[in-house]
């Protein structure tokens, strides 16, 4: 089979002002980005705003193998086949980060035949929204640091800042760093880090900001650091939300583009799926309900934690409700999840997937709780075994969900037209979404929600600092925030070492912190890496581009 | 008067794909950026290949005060003014950097009503070539620190490495920092530091480059460090030269904007004009010339910097012949040549002029050596007074430079009609440039042509690691190269505080660097910042934008 990245060069891509055209935008509210990428403004958002919304669909996942389980190729690849049913259909997904894609994990716009394009582009600076979220987060530090050298009048504690610098690349040798060094011009010296963009706080509020006036308010929010005197300092305290803002003039506009087939893709945002909230932008996915009759978008990782936060902190703050949910399961991750070693996973053994499926109902179970129409999705692999399929069937007739086999990474969307019907019909179901808990109980009630309904948890325990915050973040007023709980994505527990549905574990919550800007409060089980680092041979080694600009290697 | 902001704000620009139809650019060969910005690529250098190239009038200036003295600006507006005589011709300028937009400088895009638009995108992220250098720094750095961790095979010596990282911001807390803390799984502690994206050899290999072939090929070239038993390592030796080339596809192509005169202006690559040779590409120079029957280009700070390195390393490198050369004085300069304190300068003080004159002569003098018509051109401000501008004059006249007021600032190209006929007359004089040194020379005959020749000192002296440095390139093969020598730019010495036309000194060479990749030597002479910092306010605090998006306080 053909590598991605081939096959996205063969394809034949619409120019953006046709596949706008057919969306029936105009092309004076389209800002071109090269022939096949655009960012849609506010004059459109403005101009569709009494139009009636589409169906909202959610795709997420069982706990995955290390790999990956296609959750964005079957977002594509169903988005693809709801057009082949002459459905008007637009995909919401997130926009992929540059760091990865010279790590192990290569892109991230879909795969095989269900792919975004132009997929080198996206991969790549793509419309230069992740550059403008490192640059507004990197001014925010560099005038935290001015504001000590220059006198300190704020009084901030160099040893209480919280917010941390942000690359977009995979550097572990950023993560703990000492800035500062030099003598008295070149600084105040102090311990610092950088995350990975995607971790920055101004990705997660981009994704939640309504408007550029909301954005600014949300900028100026953030929580920087301590005063000397425990105080706490925001970024409207060093007066540069305006100028933070400005860097994000563009950014915060929803990027469209097409998918293999020639499908409408609306690509914007990606906070993580940990530490943040895991879903593509607010304005994304509202503009692409107003342009579809049905908006198909997804979340990171497994249901536990993309699902999860899309339903109780994206949802609830853009008063959203999504009409059906599906949830993909892969053979190799239900084997991973009954015990099966990495190396081991292409072997047969539907002894082992029927031991994994306990994660498959628990993940169906919890969307079920929602309140909203939950379909499964078996996206299938070239290596499956009928036998092993058959155990996934049987586990979903019994549970009474619907299912179909999806195969869009080798046929595109004429592999998920089962799918695609399935999921219309789930959307005539009434639905009655409601968020897990209410956002006015206490933080550790929250969380306790969440630990026991999503994870199975049978209890939380804290650590003192996570108590101590808590009371803080009480102190500021702030406590009436919905929480977002980082953890390990490959375990419904805080132990990536628990596969299948752990039962009777504590969550170990170590350190509660404020997201005042995103407006939640993020609470850490275990240790959640926000700078990844580059594998013995990182996949750039492999990447290549000749005289002709043909670029190879991309994957 | 109003703000640049203000007037660049009220511009009625033309659609780019009509401004490069006046240039006989199709549209399928623009890659749009919005509807006022574009991308020039490879096809339409390739088609225009065997068009005759156009005269190259080159920009330059006295040695400035700290706020510079409108050499951008002087150049729109000469640019304007070729167009008022309805000449065809392209400007050529430098793309700003974001870093000192929040700092104390503000844009860079010009100035009053000779500027570039839309000049808030310029100054904020333009095309993201910036950026796009910024990553391609880093995942270099990256590489580095993540081979050292993966066991080390090529032996890198961690107290050698000499590739810095990159950020586009002005942050002085980043120049002197400790990386790789924080245990084994977070990297290997080592000395590092950023340097401002305009400072990376990828920008000045940018600026450099004939094509992808000849960008990657460099980039392969880039020496980062030496092993422990002191052998060079280059960036093809981490194997990634294909996928940073990859990260500078469409950073390598030209773009295309507007004056505010609907002139065409391409605007490409920024490097520093110390520690680099401070010009914008040989690409977009090219271009403009196969476009233009004139291309009006500039280069950073005064002439002794820009202008030398300009004419000794790019025309060089390029094949590229000027046919004239703008000297840009200012009365403010000058008295600040003269011994005038800043805070000083608005006062009458015709006999401070007068002493500062010997620094416009060196300049002119310096220019004539390399056997191209010169001519000045004085930048006139609001608060310069009439017996000022007389002694400039009275001294031109002595010197037989042709000379005209210019004051494109306030009018645009009607105040630069005078300036732009006698440059047209210029171009017309038979010229016979050559640069300054043979490249082949032994690397101290070279600094010491242009410390004589150009700076007007009485000798050179080296420290012993500038000397074991300069062994170190000889051995390595490398000191054929054009010398690119990195001092104040404030001075034609190497000591910021001795202005006009200081003699007899003997310039201090501290440090000799190979930039292998971008095809030049930096000899160091004096502390050259390649970080700045930002100021008591910075800038930031004015800068602020609403709800519709209007940006205010960028200046």
Redesign the interface.
Known sequence: MKSDIEIALECEMKPIVRLAGELGIKEEEL?????YKA?LG?PLIDRLRDRPDGKLVLVTAINPTPAGEGKTTTTVGLGEAMQKLGKNCVIALREPS?GPV?GVKGGAAGGGYAQVVPM?DIN??FT?DM??I??AN??I???V??HI???NPLGIDPRRITFK?A????????????????GP????PRQ?GFLISVASEIMAILCLAD???DL?ERIGRILVGYTYEKEPVYVRD???S??????L??AINPNLVQTLEGSPAILHGGPFANIAHGCNSVRATRLALKLGDYCITEAGFGSDLGAEKFLDIKCRAAGLAPSAIVVVATVRALKYNGGVKKGDLALEDPGAVRAGLPNLQAHLENMRKYGVPVVAAINHFAGDFDSEVAEVARCLDEMGVPYALSDVFSQGGAGGVELAQLVCRACEEPGRFAPLYDAALPIEEKIGAIAREIYGAAGVEYTSAARQQMRQIEQLGRDDLPVCIAKTQYSLSDDPKKLGRPRGFTLQVKEVRLSSGAGFLVALAGDIMTMP????R????Q???????R?T??F
Chains 1, 2 share one sequence.
Not at 31 to 35: F, K, L
Not at 242 to 247: E, P, Q
Not at 533 to 536: D, K, R, T, V
């Open positions: 800002e071109p980005y090269g022939h960012k506010q540059l010279f080198e790549l600076h230069g550059h403008a490192t640059a990197n001014l530090c560099a005038a640091d001015n050298q220059q006198g610098r690359m977009d690349m995979n550097d572990r040798a950023l993560r703990n760093i000492v800035v500062g060094l030099g011009l070149s600084g105040v610092d408007d550029l006036k600014k060093l007066e540069i305006g100028a933070v803002t400005c860097l003039k563009d680092g580059l594998p013995p990182p996949a750039a080694c990447i290549d581009i000749d005289e002709d600009g670029i290697g991309l």
